[in-house]
């Protein structure tokens, strides 16, 4: 585990989520996380900006317990909490996104698809506002559908010096070339219900047809050996350096029961010596029959 890093800021609040067995990420709050903070005007500090607003479910009832997180440097983020009614308000350091441009503010909620907000740099003294909509708010998982457990805010996967696609600069420190995390484990049921599965999420930065970058799932257990892997190549994404929307489609028929099923993400080899670099989050997979 990343030890929590020192944020110099007011209401200084560290947490740590897990990203996977491996990896980790450390988070920091700067304002923000309880009603009174969330629901009273605050003031950003000097070389601070300040994320808020309210959160609905797709009813249009607030989103109370969701996770507003802006992730920035070497696994780290600026997080506040919603409270009863929907309302979060968190400052973030303007330093920590120099050059980023959009800057992805990312939603997550237990039970929910997280959504991402995303804004065009963030300016010390300003105010970025979350509006109150079913748009920028996670939405109930369906049955058939599950998230990635542990990934948390943004990932980024590659090499080291990468500066961004185009004329982006990508937001957090990469965490190597592979990432995977435990989805379900098959089931009896889900073999009799289902034989394709649909991986999506947003990424930017992603040169999938030069470098040959996958996504996919793979089936693993102590009976399947090396295990069955299913990967697609996504393509690219937006050439401006934008987040663009994934959703690879692949055939899970030969999934035996028993199986830990595992989302699995691969930069590829773009030349002998540089990996394609790009971030993604958002990531569920939604199995079909």
Not at 237 to 264: E, I, M, T
Request: net charge negative; aromatic share 8%.
């Amino acid at each position: 585990m990343h030890p929590y890093p020192h944020i110099d800021c007011p209401a200084f609040r560290p947490l740590a989520l897990a990203l996977a067995s491996t990896l980790a990420v450390a988070l920091a709050a700067c304002g923000g996380g309880d009603e009174t903070t969330a629901s009273a005007e605050l003031q950003p500090a000097a070389g601070y900006a300040v994320v808020q607003g309210q959160l609905t479910d797709s009813s249009g009832a607030p989103l109370a317990g969701a996770q507003v997180l802006a992730p920035f440097g070497d696994g780290q983020a600026w997080v506040g909490d919603t409270d009863a009614q929907g309302k979060f308000a968190f400052q973030v350091r303007a330093a920590d996104f120099t050059g980023v441009d959009p800057v992805a503010v990312v939603i997550h909620k237990a039970g929910y698809r997280p959504a991402t907000v995303y804004f065009a740099g963030i300016q010390q003294g300003a105010r970025y506002q979350v509006a109150a909509n079913a748009g920028s708010s996670p939405r109930a998982l369906a049955t058939g559908e599950y998230l990635a457990q542990g990934l948390v805010g943004l990932l980024h996967l590659g090499d080291d010096g990468f500066s961004g696609s185009i004329n982006s600069k990508l937001q957090t420190g990469t965490r190597g070339r592979l990432a995977d995390f435990a989805v379900t484990t098959w089931t009896a049921e889900h073999k009799a219900t289902y034989s394709k599965a649909v991986v999506e999420f947003v990424g930017r930065g992603i040169q999938g047809l030069m470098c040959n970058t996958q996504f996919g799932l793979a089936a693993v257990g102590a009976d399947i050996g090396a295990g069955i892997p299913r990967y697609a190549n996504p393509g690219n994404s937006d050439a401006n350096g934008g987040f663009s929307r994934f959703a690879l489609r692949l055939n899970v028929a030969d999934f035996p029961v028993g199986a830990q099923v595992r989302l699995v993400a691969i930069a590829g080899n773009c030349s002998p010596s540089d990996l394609d670099d790009f971030e993604f989050t958002e990531a569920l997979v939604r199995f079909e029959r």
